[in-house]
């Protein structure tokens, strides 16, 4: 089974230019997490899906980041414009939901490095 | 609010040492505890979870914690260091099935021949 699939793997862009990401969970996973991870730090939670509902976004600067999930399957995370301060890491999870512990699986991870 | 406190950024240990990564966590309820493991240039794979029942849990590749409700500590043990555990490891807490995990800042485990 294949795991959790992102692109790109790395990213190097200006400040002040847009730059997306995509993820394409496990087959069947209804929940679907975007993570950031500034170095030396553990991820945090920017937006979780359940379906095609964005549940839990209170983490997300919705001043220049974005996402949607539009059929409930893969997602895109946008920053427009990119500041120096959003090189990081963005992680990308899934989970198959319902009543007993899911666990998180993650993908490998988009690098961001803005210049 | 749930948090996650790791003693010790970088723990250095040799091949065929006891392995100990340290994790205290708060919540205000009975919490789900969870150890990830971090390559370089990838993505986190899970170690091991406790969610309920027995408080010795076991994972992969011969790593185990215990949830100690009284310490509220989800402590991280190897009996025997082999090179290919060094990597960055991540505790991480959740209140709720499904809902956001809250993670700790890492510890970085160098095994050292």
């Known amino acids: 089974e294949a795991g959790v699939v992102q692109s790109p793997r790395y990213k190097i862009i200006e400040k002040k230019q847009p730059v997306a990401f995509w993820c394409n969970p496990i087959s069947g996973h209804n929940t679907l997490y975007w993570y950031l991870q500034n170095l030396g730090q553990g991820p945090e939670l920017l937006i979780r899906?359940?379906?095609?509902?964005?549940?839990?976004d209170s983490q997300l600067p919705k001043d220049r980041f974005s996402a949607e999930r539009l059929k409930g399957v893969d997602s895109t995370l946008k920053i427009q414009p990119a500041e120096l301060g959003d090189s990081a890491v963005y992680l990308c999870a899934s989970s198959s939901g319902g009543p007993s512990y899911n666990e998180q699986f993650f993908g490998p991870g988009t690098r961001l490095t803005v210049l | 609010a749930q948090s996650v406190t790791q003693l010790g950024s970088h723990v250095s240990v040799s091949e065929g040492a006891l392995v100990l990564l340290r994790c205290n966590y708060s919540s205000s309820v009975p919490p789900y505890l969870f150890w990830y493991v971090q390559y370089p240039n990838q993505g986190l794979q899970l170690l091991l979870k406790y969610t309920t029942g027995a408080t010795l849990v076991k994972g992969i590749n011969g790593f185990e914690a215990e949830f100690k409700k009284s310490e509220t500590s989800f402590h991280l043990t190897k009996p025997s260091a082999h090179m290919s555990d060094a990597a960055e490891y991540f505790c991480?807490?959740?209140?709720?099935?499904?809902?956001?995990?809250?993670f700790g800042e890492g510890t970085q485990l160098t095994v050292n021949p």
């Open positions: 899906y359940e379906n095609e509902e964005a549940v839990d």
């Open positions: 991480a807490v959740t209140e709720t099935s499904g809902s956001r995990l809250t």
